[in-house]
């Protein structure tokens, strides 16, 4: 068999040459026979047709010869490709269509799956991916499942002492903005910090210096930092003495001990890298290290996760868990990078695939009709052929090709609608959206386009093939045959099918509007309107001394509120519509006085409340007479007021025994990011505690928020042109070593919160309104087919008395029922299918009315437009259709 297929494709590769020396073997074989016929007398030119003849054909040895090189089948097949082409040059309408209809599909497809490939299926650029892991715990006995994947410096302790069987590393659960100073060159970068070993784990080994050590990654160790390639060449020219030299970052000077290798990613994607040097204190006392871990030679999974389990149960936070959850259990085990890199996306990402099927499910059985259509006008032709002698199995195999034609046609314009869809769709996604830096063609989407296309060939042409089987030498007459009796039953079918895919497709992308809708619609608390806001990283030594803090606080504002057009300006460590700090506080009244709660924290400036237009509801807002050495006080939002001091008022009452509580304000809308929770809104209402800037006197607070948060400087403006600009002046006066990270009208991050859902619905509606077409397109052409077909039935009817209205009304209903069996049985699938969108959907029920409203009365406008072709039955004339037909 190989050496066959050998002989093959050799023979393939030199064909033309093969047909050279064929002819030449041959030309030589009649020359010699001739000749030898000339030396028994024969004159030159009867020896030279004797010859010929009897070699028994020129073109009959030939294709014997190429039959016994396994080309023969090739030439039938090139013929038949051949053939079929030009039928399908006869159809341009209906080989358009078909190209067009899986072009559209398999290049949704080709663009979904192109980030189901990049996102699920490659491999992460580390040596044996496979053997990395991150820690993950599953809470049992809740009402919801619980995932926590960080730990504490008390349970990074435990892992890095108990844990034999993988190497652990842990880094900060994300970057922080900051201050890069190199010479006179000062840039905003992204800052990571990781433990010893962690560029070990990941098998990233640095193109200039080393890693961190040991030593360096203990609480009070040296300042070193490691850069990123990228960082390297742009800042500091790629000099190769680089290390040992020293930078300022973050307001101190670093030494440089590496610089990572070009490409090189981490998890934390961050510009520079410093030494975590963890502890149990400042970041270590709460669960803000993220664990990363490579299994070591000759150990298991499963002997990690015993391990791990076994380790982080000895730790404080564990023990205080199961006492302040009776009932439950918590359990720790090690999951692959890749699948916690992309799990928040990973339902997402399936569900648009799902769609995109969906979508060349539509296409194959909207193709299969168009297919039986043509099938029925061939009818005449195929009996012809078989009648002279064709076998049913070559005209089969012409169909298929025909089939196979239109798919590759379909698969390489699809492949380019994918790439373009691609491109667009990578631009519609914000920056650091997705969490790889590359999304391509590669050859797994290339293969997966060309098996996407051989399966539409085969979806849509097994019916017509079917149907083909029982055409007959009588077929060609009128109404004989199971295509020409059977085919509108069976279109009808495969255009329900359709319909109901189509109402599922519908739906979801209703229930995702809906939410979106409804997300995009909460009330904010404040006013957006003309609010401009610059985030400047604060993580930096200079600022972890409250009085300076206080003074850049107070200089940049005075400057600020000068600039023209400036209402009002304020500084806040976080906004509407981001995360806030959680913190714990203790209520000194209320019904739950003496407990200490978790909630939201905020440190803003005085006039913070005018600038966003937060309203008060009760007391006052704070002013500039809340100085450090004053009367610690505080404001809550109306949530917090309700939850913990009910109808009582909160204002005059104590927080952590000693600060007043002097005002309540408005609840504002925020990012419910880090909400690990399955059906956690990305957007929430939740309690608030306002603290003055100027009474955050805690230096260990000030460095540990601003390790994580960049405050915002915010300003209200009636004309916001040069605003910007002029807030960039006034921080950069304030302090040159400052750099801005971004400035920000407020709406634009209030769009930026819900960026994931707003591609997702995109995405879904394009997919949804695709098939909302295709099956227009099914019942246009059933209608219309059924129009054509009838032309003599309509004449007789009309001819007996039928009116206009009558008969159309007779033929439409083909259409008409054919949508509304499809319409029901979607809404049926809708049933079974919608669930599974349960924890997408805030605020708007899997069965929501107005939704299922919205798809049944669309459908219904796309059906009554498409059976137009209807009307063509005005311009009938019952007495030339007869005399027609």
Same mark, same amino acid.
């Given at each position: ?64 010869c ?15 490709c ?64 619980e995932a ?8 990074w ?36 910090r ?8 990941l ?59 070009e ?12 030494a ?33 389990h076994?380790?982080l ?13 009776p ?31 969906l ?8 193709i299969?009709g ?74 797994r ?46 279109r ?43 985030k ?19 200089e ?17 460590l ?13 209520l ?44 610690p ?25 000693k600060?007043l ?18 059906g ?61 990270? $971004? @400035? ?7 769009? *930026? ?5 707003? !591609? /997702? %619905?995109? =995405? +879904? #509606? ?31 009817l ?32 809708c049933a079974v ?9 805030? $605020? @708007? ?7 299922? *409203?919205a798809?049944?009365?669309?459908? !219904? /406008? %796309?059906? =009554? +437009? #498409? ?19």
């Open positions: 068999m190989l050496a066959r297929l050998r002989s093959l494709v050799g023979s393939l590769a030199q064909r033309r040459t093969f047909e050279a020396d064929l002819d030449e073997e041959l030309g030589a074989h009649i020359e010699q026979y001739t000749r030898d016929l000339i030396g028994s007398g024969m004159s030159p030119e009867d020896a030279h047709r004797q010859a010929r003849l009897e070699l028994g054909g020129l073109n009959t040895v030939k294709d014997e190429r039959e016994a090189r396994g080309l023969g089948a090739f030439d039938a097949f090139q013929r038949e051949r053939y079929a082409a030009r039928q399908l040059r006869r159809s341009p309408g209906f080989a358009g269509t078909v190209v067009l209809t899986l072009a559209l599909s398999i290049g949704a497809n080709t663009a979904i799956f192109s980030l189901v490939n990049t996102l699920l299926l490659e491999a992460l650029p580390y040596a044996q991916p496979e053997r990395i892991g991150t820690l993950y715990a599953r809470t049992s006995g809740l009402e919801s499942a926590r994947r960080t730990v504490d410096g008390e349970q302790e435990h892992v890095r002492d108990e844990v034999s069987s993988v190497v652990p590393a842990v880094a900060t659960t994300g970057t922080s903005g900051a201050n890069i100073r190199a010479g006179s060159v000062v840039r905003y970068v992204r800052a990571g990781v433990s010893a070993r962690y560029f070990d784990v098998a990233l080994h640095p193109v200039v210096g080393r890693t961190f050590a040991p030593d360096e990654d203990v609480p009070n160790g040296p300042n070193v930092a490691m850069l990123s390639h990228a960082l390297w060449q742009n800042m500091l020219g790629g000099r190769t003495d680089v290390v040992g030299q020293s930078v300022m970052l973050k307001g101190e000077p670093y030494t440089v001990v590496g610089v990572l290798p490409g090189a990613t981490t998890p934390l994607e961050a510009d520079v890298y410093t975590l040097q963890p502890n149990r204190d400042g970041d270590g006392r709460a669960a803000n290290f993220r664990l990363v871990m490579r299994l070591r030679d000759g150990a298991t999974w499963q002997q990690a996760d015993a391990e791990l076994r380790a149960s000895a730790s404080s936070r564990f023990q205080n868990f199961a006492r302040e959850n009932g439950t259990q918590l359990n720790y085990h090690a999951v692959p990078l890749q699948q916690a890199a992309t799990d928040t996306l990973r339902p997402q990402v399936l569900a648009l695939m799902i769609a995109a099927g979508i060349v499910l539509i296409a194959c059985a909207n299969a168009l297919s039986l259509v043509r099938m029925l006008r061939r009818t005449r032709e195929i009996t012809i052929r078989l009648a002279l002698g064709a076998s049913r199995w070559q005209i089969q195999r012409q169909l298929w090709v025909e089939h196979l034609l239109l798919a590759a046609a379909g698969g390489m314009v699809g492949l380019g609608v994918g790439a373009l869809a691609l491109r667009g769709l990578l631009q519609l996604l914000p920056e650091r959206f997705l969490p790889v830096a590359t999304v391509t063609l590669d050859g989407v290339l293969g997966f386009t060309l098996l996407l296309s051989l399966m539409t060939c085969v979806l849509s042409g097994v019916l017509p093939a079917v149907a083909m089987g029982g055409v007959s030498l009588r077929s060609s007459a009128p109404g004989r045959g199971v295509i020409g009796g059977g085919h509108i039953r069976l009808q079918m495969l255009i329900g099918g359709e319909v109901a895919l189509t109402v599922v497709l519908l739906a979801a992308a209703g229930l995702l509007v809906r939410t979106l809708i409804g997300l995009q619609t909460m009330p904010p608390g404040f006013n957006p309107a003309g609010v401009i806001t610059a400047v990283s604060l993580d930096d030594v200079r600022y972890h001394d409250p009085g300076a803090f206080r003074r850049l606080l107070t940049s504002l005075s400057a600020m509120s000068r600039i023209p057009g400036v209402q009002s300006a304020a500084v806040a976080t906004l509407p519509y981001e995360r806030a700090v959680f913190n714990g506080v203790k000194g009244s209320g019904k739950e006085a003496g407990r200490t709660i978790s909630t939201n924290h905020v440190y803003v400036t005085p006039r913070y409340f005018e600038t966003m237009q937060i309203a008060v509801l009760e007391g006052r807002v704070f002013t500039d007479a809340d100085g450090p050495d004053d009367q006080v505080t404001i809550v939002n109306r949530s917090f007021a309700r939850k913990f001091f009910g109808e009582e008022s909160p204002v005059g009452r104590y927080l952590d025994d600060v509580i002097v005002g309540i304000v408005a609840d504002t809308v925020l990012s419910a990011e880090g909400r690990l929770n399955p956690t809104a990305p957007l929430t209402r939740e309690e608030m505690v306002y603290v003055p800037a100027a009474q955050v006197t805690d230096s260990k607070m000030l460095a540990l928020a601003h390790g994580f948060f960049q405050p915002s400087w915010i300003v209200r403006t009636a004309a916001p042109a040069g605003v910007p600009a002029q807030m960039q002046r006034v921080l950069s006066n304030a302090d040159p070593q400052l750099a801005m990270s $971004g @400035v920000f009208e407020m709406s634009d991050l209030m769009a *930026l919160a819900l960026a994931r859902q707003r !591609v /997702a %619905v995109a =995405l +879904l #509606a394009v997919m949804s309104a695709l098939a909302l077409l295709l099956s227009a397109v099914g019942i246009f052409a059933l209608v219309a087919s059924v129009v054509a077909q009838r032309t003599r039935e309509i004449g007789i009309m001819a007996l008395g039928s009116t206009v209205p009558q008969t159309m009304v007779r033929v439409g209903r083909a259409g008409v029922i054919t949508s509304g069996v499809g319409l029901l049985l979607g809404l049926i699938l299918v919608l669930p599974a969108m349960r924890s997408v959907l805030y $605020g @708007v029920g899997v069965y929501d009315l107005p939704t299922m *409203l798809v049944v009365l669309t459908l !219904v /406008a %796309v059906t =009554l +437009l #498409a059976t137009t072709p209807i009307l063509r039955i005005a311009r009938i004339d019952p007495v030339k259709a007869l005399r027609e037909e």
